[in-house]
């Protein structure tokens, strides 16, 4: 064998395999799913804390000290002598009443306390090794911790329900072969049979690892010619794959569906990996140092920053040159009422599982019932998650008799 045969037969062997890092591989699966258990985790413990005089701060940290604690407690062995990186994902955000989403406030601009009443809407992620899990949940402040609404006006009940039954039809829709148009239509179809708007800015998007916002996405509706004129864009049609991942993303109103402007700080970035500039200001330079070393590609909160003061000044400059994208805060006009629900799906060999998000409180209620094609659908889901109960409850009771 030749000198040149040897070298190319020995670069063959050394040569390592691709990383494979969707669904087929099921040590990625175990992460997402482990990721989504703690997501879970994170909102039941900040819906139990929504209370009358609860501040939004206190909620943000409280979130984020659940999720940064679980995940030190998971995939703590170096692989190739580096740590698996993990934490949140998405920043903790609390928005209440007309204001739809994205707001994480800083600690020297905290809001009044929650009031009962308030209608309240839980959005966060967390990672493991990149692999990302995320949900947003919506709630009604209720007086005390061992009280809850009996229920609500009948506006609020239409647009929960709506948007929560949109969220599940949706996620059940989303399947091997299926495309981003059929889930639209069937998310405008729910809106329209409840009498309520989906909030024209918000996307479901594909995730993958280190990337929360991926290239497939899903609107809630489709832009009028009017629309487009005003600068939305068109979704551009794409089909779903097996061992794709999801964010099944579902925000609805009873106004108009289009946002409006708050005077709320954006404090919500995420580096825009692409981009390239050299900063004049000593604290923008700060701001970008931070973001590439804690915060390279997924979306943070300026609250994280030690200096507020520096990163306050240093973000107007990194924004304005296309390093970071904002996502600002989203407002409905004021008395408008909002319903917001996120779940993440997995594309499974076995079908679509949904791994996040909580169940409908039960004062969202509504006088108008599904239509025809939409109960189908919701019966489907509920006899699939009864079967699993009633099998992870004769397991639990196999285990117990033996045990015993």
Do not use: W
Request: hydrophobic letters at 35%; glycine letters at 6%; one cysteine or more.
């Amino acid at each position: 064998m030749s000198s040149d045969e040897e070298s190319v037969d020995s670069v063959e062997e050394v040569e390592e395999e691709e990383e494979i890092t969707d669904l087929s591989n099921s040590d990625v699966c175990t992460k997402y799913q482990e990721a989504a258990k703690i997501v879970n985790l994170a909102l039941t413990g900040l819906v139990s804390q929504c209370v009358a005089g609860a501040k939004i701060i206190d909620l943000c940290q409280f979130g984020t000290t659940i999720i940064e604690s679980q995940t030190g407690k998971l995939y703590n062995k170096k692989v190739n002598g580096a740590s698996i990186e993990k934490g949140v994902a998405f920043p903790v955000c609390i928005s209440v009443n007309e204001v739809i989403c994205n707001h994480s406030p800083l600690a020297s601009e905290e809001l009044p306390p929650l009031k009962t009443g308030d209608v309240v809407k839980i959005d966060l992620g967390c990672h493991i090794d990149g692999y990302i899990a995320v949900s947003a949940h919506t709630l009604v402040v209720p007086e005390s911790v061992d009280s809850s609404p009996e229920s609500v006006d009948e506006e609020l009940g239409n647009v929960g329900v709506a948007a929560y039954n949109a969220m599940l039809v949706a996620a059940a829709s989303i399947k091997a072969g299926a495309t981003n148009t059929e889930v639209t239509a069937v998310v405008d179809r729910i809106a329209s049979n409840y009498g309520v708007s989906p909030i024209a800015t918000v996307r479901m998007h594909q995730m993958k690892r280190f990337v929360i916002d991926g290239v497939k996405e899903v609107a809630l509706r489709e832009p009028t010619p009017e629309d487009i004129e005003e600068g939305e864009e068109k979704v551009p049609e794409c089909t779903f794959e097996q061992a794709e991942v999801y964010a099944i993303d579902v925000a609805m109103t009873t106004g108009d569906g289009k946002v409006r402007p708050g005077d709320l700080r954006t404090t919500v970035f995420k580096r825009n990996v692409e981009a390239n500039y050299r900063l004049k200001m000593k604290a923008s330079r700060y701001v970008l140092t931070e973001v590439d070393k804690k915060f390279p590609t997924l979306p943070f909160t300026t609250r994280h920053f030690e200096d507020e003061r520096q990163a306050k000044m240093g973000i107007t400059e990194c924004v304005a040159h296309g390093l970071l994208t904002p996502y600002p805060s989203l407002h409905e006009k004021m008395g408008t009422k909002v319903a917001h629900f996120k779940c993440t799906v997995l594309l499974l060999p076995s079908g679509t599982v949904q791994v996040t998000g909580l169940p409908l409180p039960s004062y969202f209620k509504t006088v108008k019932n599904p239509d025809e094609e939409t109960q189908k659908v919701l019966t489907e889901i509920a006899e699939v998650a009864a079967k699993k109960a009633k099998k992870k409850a004769a397991k639990k009771k196999k285990k117990k008799k033996a045990s015993a």
